[in-house]
């Protein structure tokens, strides 16, 4: 599930256009020491870290007196594992008047880099027993040795920390941000439902808490304690998103559609309809049957993406579902032409041609869907089905006897039964049959799919009746 704090974006602009037209001569007329940086982060939110350190180094030449710049150049260089030049340029910034609990975390993060963890620990200590710290400088400074803690086995330390700052603040975005993926990454479960219940009982409107206690119930498998959380979170925080769709999310996990749809619903009207949105739509009205709306919003999605090759497959399984096969068999191939390696669209393409009787097609699928994956029992049970189905009973001999050099499974092993019972060799079906009763006595049902007229004979209700007495054959 996504995390509620999001990086604002950053868009291309005209000072960016302008910073490169004037790039290559290093003259940039009009420029503040502010749209270089500008620039820098246009830059580094696109990933481009090596103009983002151009950036700051040509602001450099123009003002080389602003600490900022400096530390922005110190943090890219400690980036690049730069250490040396990184604590040259931080050294500067200070000697400039840069904010000395700001120039400390970074220094310590620039002991991260050089290995020496116990001095960045003890850079950050130091920094925490200062009272002068503001409110927001302690938050920074308490997460940054978190970082570090949790870095080197000492995770709980860190959650006690960052759990001890909350208590304060209870509705930091920053500390809560960092103790919920701190939760995820140790899987924490327990102790994170613990400590925001605590938190939303000293605050009942901390919307954040409420959302973290959504994901730590979700850890913990306690949906529908993790729904009614995610609810709370959004009844406070009326257009706050992720909790609508995150308990959109765990209502599906459910099966509860039509709950979910409800989510989405209200989020719609204040949210654009993204891509992952629709599609998730299109998931809930498939699960309900209802394959017509499915589609609609399935084609919306692959209006915005048309190369999500899962959203033709969808659309292929709504037409094999309403029976319009020559549609779905055109879905299938545009899912499985965008990714050759999923096996279950060539399952999905084959059983759409054995529906239409087109048998021919049939068999090279099934043909490369074991030579895809050769140790997943899933399709060499699938072949050995049609080949029975379809009275091909010599290659499905030797279907079993290729199968027994990749895989083996107790669903594999019924097949091969009703195989020998249909070819009148009852005692080594039934040897085989009490073999795979022992294997996987729950898909007992697919030998019964193959050879239906034997449900009610005493040597299979005599086996039956010895691996489970209660069971019952109608």
Not at 279 to 302: N, S, T, W
């Amino acid at each position: 599930m996504p995390s509620f704090i999001k990086k604002a974006q950053v868009n291309f602009s005209d000072l960016l256009f302008q910073y490169e037209f004037h790039a290559e001569s290093g003259v940039f007329p009009g420029f503040t020491e502010s749209c270089f940086i500008k620039v820098h982060d246009q830059y580094l939110y696109s990933d481009y870290r090596k103009d983002a350190l151009r950036a700051i180094e040509a602001g450099l030449k123009y003002f080389p007196k602003s600490s900022t710049l400096y530390a922005y150049k110190a943090i890219r260089l400690m980036e690049s594992r730069k250490t040396n030049q990184a604590l040259e340029n931080l050294t500067e910034a200070e000697f400039q008047g840069h904010c000395l609990v700001e120039a400390a975390i970074i220094r310590a993060q620039i002991f991260v880099k050089q290995n020496k963890q116990s001095q960045a620990l003890g850079v950050l200590r130091s920094l925490k027993e200062d009272e002068n710290l503001t409110n927001d400088q302690r938050v920074q400074v308490v997460l940054a040795e978190a970082d570090i803690l949790e870095e080197e086995g000492m995770a709980a330390e860190a959650f006690d920390n960052i759990s001890g700052l909350l208590f304060k603040q209870p509705n930091n975005p920053e500390a809560l941000v960092a103790v919920k993926a701190l939760v995820e990454n140790q899987r924490w479960y327990k102790d994170s439902i613990d400590l925001h219940l605590e938190l939303t009982a000293r605050d009942s409107f901390a919307w954040a808490a409420w959302y973290n206690l959504g994901h730590a119930y979700y850890g913990a498998m306690e949906f529908d304690k993790a729904i009614e959380a995610f609810e709370y979170s959004y009844l406070i925080n009326k257009k706050f998103a992720p909790a609508y769709l995150d308990r959109a999310e765990v209502c599906q996990h459910m099966l509860m559609f039509n709950k979910a749809l409800m989510c989405f619903r209200d989020v719609l009207e204040f949210t654009e309809a993204t891509e992952p949105i629709l599609h998730q739509i299109g998931d809930c009205y498939f699960g309900l049957d209802r394959y017509d709306e499915a589609k609609k919003f399935y084609i919306r999605a692959v209006q915005l993406n048309k190369h999500n090759d899962e959203l033709f497959f969808k659309i292929g399984k709504c037409y094999e579902k309403e029976y319009a096969l020559k549609t779905a068999e055109r879905f299938y191939k545009k899912a499985w032409q965008l990714d050759e390696l999923r096996e279950d669209y060539v399952e999905a393409l084959a059983t759409c041609y054995f529906k239409m009787g087109r048998h021919s097609k049939v068999t090279p699928l099934l043909e490369k869907v074991i030579t895809m994956n050769p140790t997943e029992d899933h399709a060499w049970v699938m072949y050995a089905k049609y080949l029975i189905l379809t009275g091909q009973f010599e290659i499905a001999k030797s279907l079993f006897v290729r199968a027994e050099d990749h895989t083996y499974s107790g669903k594999l092993v019924f097949c091969h039964a009703a195989l020998l019972y249909i070819l009148g060799e009852e005692q080594k079906a039934f040897e085989l049959f009490g073999e795979a009763l022992e294997e996987a006595y729950e898909c007992v049902g697919l030998f019964f799919e193959l050879v239906p007229h034997v449900r009610h004979d005493k040597k299979v209700q005599g086996a039956l009746n010895y691996y489970d007495p209660e069971y019952y054959i109608g």
